[in-house]
């Protein structure tokens, strides 16, 4: 079955960096389009960056010219690199596997941003 296996998360001070990562296995990783979610204390899912099996991309505004969404297909993974990183940006971070209308999740990674 499709196993997404996220890491990278962690407790930074604001202005900082992060690099997240998710390694994928057991599904056709090229044809995938992959995406990276946020979900804040209180707040729905939301959609930070998604990157098509093109190689398109897409951001949210609040992170826009901030994050950089990146895939390696040899290796079956996506990147998530975080700059510039603020307290609102604070969150579980899941990445998201979307093939044929289907899709599947991580079980998340922590991302905290103190002030």
């Known amino acids: 079955q499709v196993q997404l296996v996220e890491s990278g998360g962690g407790l930074v001070q604001a202005g900082g960096s992060l690099r997240l990562s998710c390694a994928a296995s057991?599904?056709?990783?090229?044809?995938?389009?992959m995406g990276w979610y946020r979900q804040a204390p209180g707040n729905q899912r939301e959609l930070v960056a998604m990157?098509?099996?093109?190689?398109?991309?897409n951001y949210a505004d609040s992170v826009n010219g901030r994050f950089t969404i990146s895939r390696d297909n040899a290796k079956n993974t996506v990147y998530l690199q975080m700059s510039s990183l603020k307290p609102e940006d604070t969150g579980v971070y899941y990445c998201?596997?979307?093939?044929?209308?289907?899709?599947?999740w991580g079980q998340g990674t922590q991302v905290t941003v103190s002030s």
């Open positions: 990157i098509t099996r093109a190689g398109s991309t």
């Open positions: 057991g599904t056709i990783f090229n044809l995938a389009h």
């Open positions: 998201n596997l979307r093939l044929y209308g289907t899709d599947y």
